[in-house]
């Protein structure tokens, strides 16, 4: 039996439907359907299964756990809810970030206020080694720690634990230093893709929670190495995590209950170099840039060169479609090494075009996004103080240049739910290269490219895995496009 078969033969049994009536309905003879009821085989398609479903008169609620025990006993469970968790990591991918959360200065202001706070600032004026036997000791030596490095003209903080401290990690991505505070942080990653009981990946998890010191556009530095995640930090470790400040070190436990402050400057330097020989065996996560920037771009690189399998955004990728014209009309004066930085740039354009047609790429985008381009002729990936906005009479040529790849499948518009994208999301990625595109507080558009494998082969897997019932096909896709063309084109009538 299957989860698939078992919750059939409950719903032919509760809705005390007649077996030979369904295979009538879907067409099928008696032995195969014996065999789908008795978990011994699976409907032989996607269209008998709909079948199936049609004939139960299921509701809402019972046509989704219907359809997910379906997906399951296709592809399997831990594949199922892999897909599942990324598909909620994307549709979830944060629109804006908040510089400074609500609850974690609410958290402060009470922890100031706290006379045990107090006892343990004491503490650490009087002793080199202090011992800490709570959660919120540890969170009051933290913050104090890291409050004193923040005032530095310089500062540095090494962390050396997994990406679920979030007392931590919501303290890091809120500060505000007075000079420049380099964070580095040493994690471990799973290679196997691991999940939590909560069919959460954890390489994903990890992703989510390091993201917001991308958007306060922290000076942040994640390196990883591989490990059985459960028995490197969660299996009777003793204290496996440190977190070194220029003064202080703290040596804890994995749930961050119980640990030691040390103030003694000789310690303090020997685990300074402990981590610096850990990080010399370690990767760096990604490599952070912004995508565009006033101080020179270097075109040859694979953010602009390489090829993506896939790319998932809110809007059309468009980049590809502008020509010379567009170019020398709509980038700004100031824009530096303009006209090289032109003749760089249509080369590459036209290499990428050809590419598209070809159809080496899949672009998946929204309708939502698509329309905010006709209204404002903006493109997401270039900042806007790069170029004005394109005339309306740009924006249809642009758009009818991309028709081709609507009408062959390369370009696809996205159905529920990867149609609530965060507008802030730009993936793009191939089997061995990809990165993320996204607006940090500054506005400043900042690329993530990926060093990881796995994070990569998990955005792989998922978005070649998307189908009919998450896309619309590319006849429907043209149809939409050439709506808004038309609609571009009675605007410029009117005028």
Not at 215 to 226: E, K
Request: glycine share 2%.
């Amino acid at each position: 039996m299957s989860e698939f078969s078992d919750l059939l033969s409950s719903y032919i049994e509760e809705k005390e439907i007649k077996v030979y009536a369904l295979l009538e309905y879907c067409s099928l003879d008696r032995s195969t359907m014996y065999k789908i009821i008795n978990g011994k085989r699976n409907p032989t398609s996607e269209a008998v299964f709909q079948k199936i479903a049609e004939f139960l008169h299921l509701t809402p609620a019972e046509y989704q756990k219907f359809k997910e025990a379906y997906t399951i006993s296709k592809i399997g469970r831990d594949l199922y809810y892999k897909r599942k968790y990324t598909e909620n990591y994307l549709v979830d991918f944060p629109k804006t970030f908040s510089a400074k959360p609500v609850l974690f200065l609410d958290v402060l202001k009470k922890m100031k206020a706290d006379d045990d706070y107090n006892y343990n600032i004491d503490m650490i004026n009087t002793s080199d080694c202090i011992a800490v036997s709570t959660h919120l000791e540890l969170n009051h030596l933290l913050y104090y720690m890291v409050s004193l490095e923040i005032q530095k003209s310089s500062g540095k903080i090494a962390l050396l634990l997994q990406p679920d401290y979030d007392f931590l990690l919501n303290m890091l991505s809120s500060l505000k230093p007075n000079g420049n505070l380099k964070i580095e942080h040493i994690f471990c990653m799973s290679k196997t893709n691991q999940m939590s009981d909560n069919h959460e990946i954890y390489n994903l998890l990890y992703l989510n929670k390091i993201l917001p010191l991308y958007f306060s556009n922290m000076d942040y530095h994640p390196y990883f190495f591989y490990e059985d995640i459960f028995a490197h930090y969660y299996s009777m470790n003793g204290l496996s995590c440190m977190i070194l400040s220029s003064e202080y070190a703290i040596t804890c436990n994995s749930d961050y209950t119980m640990g030691i402050l040390h103030r003694n400057p000789a310690v303090v330097s020997m685990l300074w170099s402990l981590y610096d020989s850990y990080q010399d065996k370690c990767h760096p996560l990604f490599c952070a840039t912004e995508y565009l920037s006033m101080d020179g771009n270097d075109f040859s690189s694979p953010v602009y060169s390489e090829t993506p399998s896939y790319v998932l955004q809110p809007e059309a990728c468009m980049v590809p479609f502008v020509d010379r014209q567009i170019l020398n009309g709509a980038i700004i004066p100031e824009f530096p090494d303009r006209d090289m930085a032109i003749e760089q740039m249509t080369a590459l354009l036209n290499a990428n075009q050809t590419k598209m047609e070809n159809g080496l790429a899949h672009v998946y985008f929204t309708k939502r996004g698509l329309a905010e381009f006709t209204r404002q002729g903006r493109i997401k990936e270039i900042p806007d103080c790069f170029y004005r906005p394109l005339t309306v009479k740009e924006r249809i040529h642009l758009m009818e240049r991309i028709l081709p790849c609507c009408q062959n499948g390369n370009y696809r518009l996205l159905k529920n739910p990867l149609n609530q994208l965060s507008d802030n999301l730009h993936l793009c990625v191939n089997k061995n290269f990809g990165y993320l595109l996204f607006n940090n507080i500054h506005n400043r558009t900042i690329c993530l490219v990926i060093n990881e494998s796995s994070i990569l082969t998990t955005f792989m897997d998922y978005l070649s895995s998307l189908d009919d019932n998450t896309l619309y096909t590319g006849e429907e896709t043209a149809e939409f496009v050439q709506i808004l063309i038309n609609e571009l084109k009675n605007t410029l009538l009117s005028e």
